[in-house]
């Protein structure tokens, strides 16, 4: 796994991505040189040749990950690739042509330049990463691994390791005491904890995954110490989790890290740039969406009675009450009752319903922003009842208050709206991972995938 943008990104997947810009790239260097009139290098270097490729291989990148094809890699259909990456290229030619319209000929590629480009990567892209999963995929990056408890914690990630092979993570097996460990996923029981020396001298793991919170006193600790200093990576299923989900397992969490160390505790340069750049980008939004809000207000108004304008007190930073603004997209009077907003609730409005899929409905909160009760990114709020309850069985639910909440989040990126208690614990431990990786750069990769998830909204039906 690498950090990027402050999120754990598997080495395969940045793999694919870095070898698919350099093959786009060489796609429209070739096609230069088979298509110009002119010598291909007074193209590239006096006619910013180079910038413009750039341009249309960062296009061909975006709309890629837009489609989710650097979250889910695997070849499912062959056909459907091909046609994949041939949206992609038109997407492509879109861009062109709108550079041309808006009269930036200094930023688009000859007609045929772009034509043999585009057909050459619409070849050589799929037929890329067909390779890459049946072959590369397994030499890229793949760390064997063994885990010492058998814990739910720990079978999780051995599950996901199994359905997830781009994540580069083998699993080699477990240690454990346990008599009922037989049934375990992704591997096999290969001996008892203190057989663990023997057990990667046998099977030369890059790496050992330890959780046995509940036997503390039965961890080969020695044991342990010489194989970190022999070169074995040692990880915690507390990290080890984290990685593998971009979430903050509560059931590994323990006080003491809450306590004791200040990795939770956001740094305060950050979370003041972190408000002075979310009331920039308030603005900017406001005046962008202006047009678009006034025509909600009205649909809102004229299709049911009631204020186009729904305020609700929410909780913000260190438990402070506040008002926060939506469109109102449920019936007049349905919204008081305190009871969880579940899908396709019959209390939501036609005109609702379609604010709530595009995220319309939450742009009045951008004035929420300027006012400084919240930021662009953040936990979401939740009303003053709700928390009250919620703190009561959630361990460590507090602490999702102790920074802004915001807009957008890096649960509301990752995870579909739920009504379940599993879905509730599930966001507060997204929420632990934001607050605990706070920075610009995740900001403004949440804002990015958000933009994403409205766009694929209007392709949904």
């Given at each position: 796994?690498?950090?990027?943008?402050?999120?754990f990104?598997?080495?395969?997947?940045?793999?694919?991505?870095?070898s698919?810009?350099?093959l786009?790239?060489?796609?429209?260097?070739?096609?230069?040189?088979?298509?110009?009139?002119v010598d291909?290098q007074?193209?590239?270097?006096?006619?910013?040749g180079?910038?413009?490729i750039?341009?249309v291989?960062?296009?061909y990148?975006?709309?890629?990950?837009?489609?989710?094809?650097?979250?889910?890699?695997r070849?499912?259909?062959k056909?459907?690739?091909f046609q994949q990456?041939g949206v992609v290229?038109g997407?492509?030619?879109l861009?062109q042509?709108?550079?041309?319209?808006?009269?930036?000929q200094d930023l688009?590629?000859?007609t045929?330049?772009?034509?043999?480009g585009?057909?050459?990567?619409i070849?050589l892209l799929?037929?890329?990463?067909?390779?890459y999963?049946?072959i590369a995929?397994?030499a890229?990056?793949?760390?064997?691994?063994v885990?010492?408890?058998?814990?739910?914690v720990?079978?999780?990630i051995?599950q996901h390791?199994?359905?997830?092979?781009?994540?580069?993570?083998?699993?080699?097996?477990?240690?454990d005491?346990r008599?009922?460990s037989?049934?375990?996923?992704?591997?096999?029981?290969?001996?008892k904890?203190l057989?663990?020396?023997?057990?990667v001298?046998e099977w030369?793991?890059?790496r050992?995954?330890?959780?046995?919170?509940?036997h503390r006193?039965r961890l080969?600790?020695?044991q342990?110490r010489?194989?970190?200093?022999s070169?074995v990576?040692?990880d915690?299923?507390l990290?080890a989790?984290?990685?593998?989900?971009?979430?903050i397992?509560?059931?590994?969490l323990?006080?003491?890290q809450?306590?004791?160390?200040?990795?939770?505790?956001?740094?305060?340069?950050r979370?003041?740039?972190r408000s002075?750049?979310?009331?920039?980008?308030a603005?900017l939004?406001?005046i962008?969406?202006s047009p678009?809000?006034l025509?909600a207000?009205l649909?809102?108004?004229?299709?049911?009675?009631g204020?186009?304008?729904?305020r609700e007190r929410?909780?913000g930073a260190?438990?402070?009450?506040f008002?926060?603004?939506k469109?109102?997209?449920?019936?007049?009077?349905?919204?008081?009752?305190a009871?969880?907003?579940?899908k396709?609730?019959?209390?939501?409005?036609?005109?609702?319903?379609w604010l709530?899929r595009?995220?319309?409905?939450?742009?009045p909160?951008?004035?929420?922003?300027l006012?400084g009760?919240?930021s662009?990114v953040g936990p979401?709020?939740?009303?003053p009842e709700f928390?009250?309850?919620?703190?009561?069985?959630i361990?460590?639910?507090?602490?999702?208050?102790?920074?802004k909440?915001?807009?957008t989040?890096w649960?509301?990126?990752?995870?579909r709206?739920?009504?379940?208690?599993?879905?509730?614990i599930?966001?507060?431990?997204?929420d632990?991972?934001?607050?605990k990786?706070?920075?610009?750069?995740?900001?403004a990769?949440?804002?990015?995938h958000?933009?994403k998830l409205?766009?694929?909204?209007?392709?949904?039906?």
């Amino acid at each position: 796994m690498i950090q990027f943008f402050r999120v754990f990104i598997p080495a395969n997947v940045l793999a694919l991505l870095i070898s698919e810009l350099v093959l786009t790239y060489t796609c429209y260097l070739l096609a230069a040189l088979l298509v110009l009139d002119v010598d291909p290098q007074i193209f590239l270097s006096n006619d910013n040749g180079w910038i413009r490729i750039a341009i249309v291989v960062g296009c061909y990148a975006v709309v890629i990950y837009f489609y989710d094809l650097y979250t889910e890699f695997r070849i499912k259909s062959k056909v459907l690739l091909f046609q994949q990456i041939g949206v992609v290229a038109g997407a492509a030619f879109l861009l062109q042509a709108l550079f041309s319209y808006l009269g930036g000929q200094d930023l688009i590629l000859p007609t045929w330049l772009m034509i043999a480009g585009s057909g050459l990567a619409i070849i050589l892209l799929p037929s890329w990463r067909i390779f890459y999963s049946a072959i590369a995929l397994k030499a890229v990056g793949s760390e064997r691994v063994v885990f010492v408890g058998t814990s739910s914690v720990v079978q999780e990630i051995v599950q996901h390791a199994v359905e997830h092979p781009e994540a580069g993570v083998v699993p080699i097996g477990y240690v454990d005491d346990r008599e009922d460990s037989n049934e375990v996923p992704g591997g096999k029981v290969l001996g008892k904890v203190l057989d663990l020396e023997r057990v990667v001298n046998e099977w030369k793991p890059d790496r050992i995954v330890v959780e046995m919170s509940e036997h503390r006193a039965r961890l080969p600790v020695s044991q342990l110490r010489e194989l970190n200093f022999s070169g074995v990576r040692i990880d915690d299923a507390l990290t080890a989790y984290e990685t593998t989900f971009g979430r903050i397992s509560t059931r590994e969490l323990r006080p003491s890290q809450l306590i004791f160390t200040t990795e939770f505790e956001p740094n305060p340069n950050r979370v003041t740039l972190r408000s002075m750049y979310s009331v920039s980008i308030a603005v900017l939004a406001l005046i962008i969406t202006s047009p678009v809000m006034l025509i909600a207000a009205l649909l809102v108004r004229l299709t049911s009675s009631g204020p186009s304008i729904y305020r609700e007190r929410r909780v913000g930073a260190r438990d402070v009450p506040f008002t926060l603004y939506k469109f109102r997209s449920m019936r007049a009077g349905a919204e008081p009752n305190a009871a969880w907003d579940k899908k396709d609730s019959p209390r939501v409005t036609p005109v609702g319903r379609w604010l709530r899929r595009f995220r319309i409905d939450e742009l009045p909160q951008l004035f929420n922003v300027l006012k400084g009760d919240m930021s662009i990114v953040g936990p979401r709020p939740e009303r003053p009842e709700f928390v009250s309850e919620l703190e009561k069985w959630i361990p460590f639910y507090r602490q999702r208050h102790c920074v802004k909440p915001g807009i957008t989040g890096w649960a509301q990126v990752n995870l579909r709206r739920g009504d379940k208690a599993e879905d509730t614990i599930a966001k507060l431990e997204y929420d632990l991972y934001y607050i605990k990786h706070l920075a610009p750069a995740l900001d403004a990769y949440i804002m990015l995938h958000t933009v994403k998830l409205m766009l694929l909204s209007l392709t949904e039906r």
